[in-house]
């Protein structure tokens, strides 16, 4: 990776900035090829610490729990150093950000936990002795566009949604969207305990109602790994006249 790194720095010099995180949602990902995925963050720790002195040009010695390395060395290095950003919603990967990185990538924050978060991540730069704190934080945005909210499918969805986690109170929550020329999909993982199925009009029932009516798909269950999935996928209609 750091000699793919240099290359790329040296076709568009100053222009590239390396994003790095420890993968997704689904474990499964890594544990189908072999790794164990509690040990992502350990993982990353490693690679970043050999790949930040890689692209000095120096030499590498580099003894770890998972990789070794003996006097190696790229050349020629990056001209100039190249910014590492790490994305990750955990403290765990704010933190990492502040020891191993240039700037942390958020998502789905608010601006309270946007600010924390940068504070955390020049807590833990200064403890581990680096001159500067991170400076290069950024925020992913996602967002869908309609000629208006009624024209959104997604909408009644996303309301009961919000109503449901209101009610259980669940600390944190995650709502993911995709839309396509002929669905949309939308996913809401928190760290609650659900709510009922029973019921009408409301919570889990209310979004089984409006999915239904809207002829899409709806799955609601714990997760294996604690919290509770809830998912819709709606078809997009296609506007009159169009074919």
Same mark, same amino acid.
């Given at each position: 990776m750091a000699r793919q790194l240099a290359d790329i720095d040296r076709l568009a010099p100053g222009r590239l900035i390396f994003g790095v995180g420890v993968g997704g949602e689904d474990?499964? +990902? *890594?544990? *189908?090829?072999?790794?164990?995925? =509690?040990?992502?963050?350990? #993982?990353?720790? &490693?690679?970043l610490t050999v790949l930040r002195q890689l692209l000095t040009g120096t030499e590498v010695t580099f003894h770890g729990k998972f990789f070794d390395l003996d006097e190696a060395v790229i050349i020629p290095p990056p001209a100039a150093p190249i910014p590492i950003t790490v994305g990750g919603r955990s403290d =765990?990967? %704010?933190?990492?950000?502040?020891?191993?990185?240039?700037?942390?990538?958020?998502?789905?924050?608010?601006?309270?936990?946007? !600010?924390? !978060? =940068? &504070?955390? !991540?020049?807590? +833990?730069a200064a403890l581990t002795g680096r001159p500067d704190p991170p400076a290069r934080h950024a925020m992913q *945005?996602?967002?869908?566009? !309609?000629?208006?909210? &009624?024209?959104?499918?997604g909408t009644e969805i996303r309301d009961a949604a919000r109503l449901e986690l209101a009610r259980l109170g669940t600390g944190r929550c995650m709502v993911s969207i995709d839309c396509r020329d &002929? +669905?949309?999909?939308?996913? *809401?993982?928190?760290?609650?305990? @659900? @709510?009922?199925?029973? @019921? %009408?009009?409301?919570? %889990?029932? @209310?979004? #089984? +109602?409006?999915?239904s009516l809207l002829h899409g798909h709806f799955t609601a269950g714990p997760r294996p790994e604690g919290g509770f999935r809830v998912a819709a996928r709606l078809p997009v209609p296609v506007p009159a006249g169009v074919r």
């Open positions: 474990r499964h +990902e *890594v544990s *189908v090829c072999g790794v164990d995925p =509690a040990t992502r963050g350990l #993982r990353m720790n &490693e690679c =765990a990967a %704010i933190r990492r950000a502040g020891r191993l990185g240039d700037g942390w990538l958020g998502i789905w924050n608010s601006p309270r936990r946007f !600010a924390a !978060a =940068a &504070e955390m !991540a020049a807590q +833990e *945005v996602w967002c869908g566009l !309609a000629d208006s909210r &009624e024209a959104d499918p &002929e +669905e949309l999909s939308i996913e *809401v993982v928190d760290d609650g305990r @659900g @709510g009922s199925i029973a @019921g %009408i009009g409301y919570g %889990i029932a @209310g979004m #089984r +109602e409006r999915v």
